[in-house]
């Protein structure tokens, strides 16, 4: 069965620093996709990125840049230059579609990023 | 365009009572899932639709649940009777195959069964 693993429950950094959100995943299929979103003190979930199984090629956006690695399964998350703006609950999930179609993703617990002025 | 619309945003309800909640995903989206999130469980999948025809429903807790799709523009999610446990924001998300897996969220429904 699949599986999403967030090891760091809660980070705290001071503005401006870098910071990085690990992900560690366990799948049998080979084809998989990996998101991150994110959950500011709103409430509602925003996505950020998918990645599939077949495309290892790390990604950078602004300030966010995502790791992927297959021999790890591991797809981190990296925000530079931090700002308080991106303190919330950062999710990591994984989806197993089967003959092209959706299915339903598969959360990590979250980790609660601090941003400290 | 409109993202996943769900109603109500908030809902108090006494245990026993009947619950429904809905969801209006974007429009041309085939897929639609239902959500819940706690602090203890997280985030986990109660059922999903694909083209209003439910596809995985071993995420719904027990019989209390029960989950329709009318029509593709058109979900709810009903909890008879509801329990104190059942309190959860219960999240709606849709997506279109075109584009491979990309659930957007709507804005959750948070439940508070006292």
């Known amino acids: 069965a699949q599986k999403v693993t967030q090891a760091q429950t809660e980070i705290s950094v001071v503005e401006k620093e870098d910071v990085t959100l690990d992900c560690v995943y366990e799948t049998r299929d080979t084809t998989y996709y990996l998101f991150w979103y994110k959950q500011p003190p709103s409430g509602e979930l925003v996505f950020l990125i998918r990645?599939?199984?077949?495309?290892?090629q790390n990604e950078i956006s602004g300030r966010y840049s995502w790791n992927f690695q297959k021999s790890t399964s591991s797809f981190n998350f990296t925000i530079t230059a931090s700002q308080v703006v991106d303190s919330a609950v950062y999710f990591c999930?994984?989806?197993?579609?089967?003959?092209?179609?959706?299915?339903?993703?598969?959360f990590g617990k979250g980790t609660h990023l601090i941003i400290q002025p | 365009d409109a993202g996943v619309i769900q109603s109500p945003r908030h809902e108090v309800t006494e245990m026993g009572q009947e619950v429904t909640l809905r969801c209006k995903p974007i429009s041309g989206h085939d897929y639609l899932f239902w959500y819940r999130q706690t602090m203890m469980r997280g985030l986990e999948l109660l059922i999903y639709f694909n083209n209003n025809v439910p596809i995985d429903d071993s995420g719904m807790p027990e019989d209390r649940f029960s989950a329709k799709m009318p029509n593709a523009s058109f979900s709810t999610l009903k909890i008879q009777p509801s329990e104190p446990r059942d309190s959860a924001v219960y999240f709606c998300?849709?997506?279109?195959?075109?584009?491979?897996?990309?659930?957007?969220f709507g804005p959750g429904t948070r439940l508070t069964v006292l």
């Open positions: 990645r599939n199984s077949f495309d290892e």
């Open positions: 999930a994984l989806s197993e579609p089967a003959g092209g179609g959706a299915d339903g993703l598969t």
């Open positions: 998300a849709s997506t279109w195959t075109g584009i491979t897996d990309t659930q957007y």
